[in-house]
């Protein structure tokens, strides 16, 4: 069973601190996404990373993926309030057509 | 507005009925995905439909059925309801491009209550 392991489950911070989120996995992924769910909505996409060793920025977040493919962090710097949501990391290994979720880093940003 | 459409958006039934959740896919897309998320469970893959066939499934349960129409709309079935069946159900589309996924679009979800 592939899994997709996040770190932490749960984040509560001050606006304006920086954080890093991580997803894990034993597998190997031809890509990796990172989505952010709002309650009672669907998630919503941020980004995708393909390539080991990649790095993306959107605005004040960075996303890197494993040199090896088999894991992500997100970065977020000087959080704010809007940044609250439960953040997920997602992906399809190789070969399964088994698109599977991450367990969630649930994240609260206080003004 | 993402594109997927989910109907209903909120159902209420009692334990050992059956119920039929639709799922329009966004302009274009052939995949469609069904996701069950509960407090406890994240979000769980059940399904996932490519151009009218059935091609992985994940944690389904033998009470829920699905399938893809010609028009590409999906409906799953969930029948002898169980208050465990209590959750939110996401359906979510892709296009088929060869390679690495590059990620779904997700209706707003159906939210079943079984009392």
Do not use: M
């Amino acid at each position: 069973t592939q899994l997709l392991e996040q770190s932490p489950q749960f984040l509560s911070i001050q606006e304006g601190e920086n954080l890093t989120v991580y997803c894990n996995s034993s597998s190997v992924f031809s890509s990796l996404q990172w989505y952010r769910q709002e309650p009672g909505e669907g998630p919503v996409l941020l980004v995708t990373v393909v390539t080991g060793g990649e790095v993306k920025k959107l605005k004040r977040l960075t996303f890197q993926f494993g040199d090896a493919r088999k894991d992500s962090s997100l970065h977020i710097t000087a959080a704010q309030p809007g940044d609250t949501g439960l953040y997920l990391c997602a992906g399809e290994a190789s070969g399964t057509y088994k698109y599977i979720f991450g367990t969630g880093t649930r994240l609260k940003v206080l003004a | 507005d993402s594109g997927v459409t989910q109907t209903p958006k909120h159902l209420i039934t009692a334990t050992g009925q059956r119920v039929t959740l639709r799922c329009s896919p966004r302009s274009g897309d052939l995949s469609v995905y069904w996701y069950q998320q509960s407090l406890d469970q994240g979000l769980q893959f059940l399904i996932h439909y490519y151009n009218g066939e059935e091609r992985a499934k994940g944690n389904i349960l033998e009470r829920f059925s699905a399938q893809q129409f010609p028009d590409l709309h999906s409906e799953l079935n969930l029948s002898s309801l169980e208050l465990g069946d209590s959750a939110l159900y996401f359906c979510a589309s892709s296009p088929h491009v060869p390679g690495p996924s590059y990620g779904y679009t997700f209706g707003s979800g159906t939210r079943l209550t079984v009392v």
